[in-house]
Nanobody
Framework: QVQLVESGGGSVQPGGSLRLSCAASGRIFSRIPMGWYRQAPGQQRELVAVISSAGITNYADSVKGRFTISRDNTKNTVYLQMNSLKPEDTGVYYC?????????WGQGTQVTVSS
């Protein structure tokens, strides 16, 4: 079983930056992929970025060039560096992983981009 705890959300003006963190429990972190999803009010949850256990990354087109996902296996933590934030980036950001046949989600952290 994996427990995920996100942190780092907040309110920022357009063009600003935030870094989200997701701390994972367990001893298998280095062997599992990690991802970030987000959900805006009234919309479906959507993939933002993923990183494999080998460090291969993939991004939604809407965040390419602005967001960077990374992981520190010594700290069991995955990060999402968000730059040049736009109002449409507003939403609840969730950390997720798949271990075995199960999907695990964090509780989410709110990101609000507004002037």
């Amino acid at each position: 079983q994996v427990q995920l705890v996100e942190s780092g959300g907040g309110s920022v003006q357009p063009g600003g930056s935030l870094r989200l963190s997701c701390a994972a429990s367990g001893r298998i972190f280095s062997r599992i992929p990690m991802g970030w999803y987000r959900q805006a009010p009234g919309q479906q949850r959507e993939l933002v970025a993923v990183i494999s256990s080998a460090g291969i990354t993939n991004y939604a087109d809407s965040v390419k060039g602005r967001f960077t996902i990374s992981r520190d296996n010594t700290k069991n933590t995955v990060y999402l560096q968000m730059n040049s934030l736009k109002p449409e980036d507003t939403g609840v950001y969730y950390c997720t992983t798949r271990a075995g046949a199960a999907d695990y989600w964090g509780q989410g952290t709110q990101v609000t981009v507004s002037s």
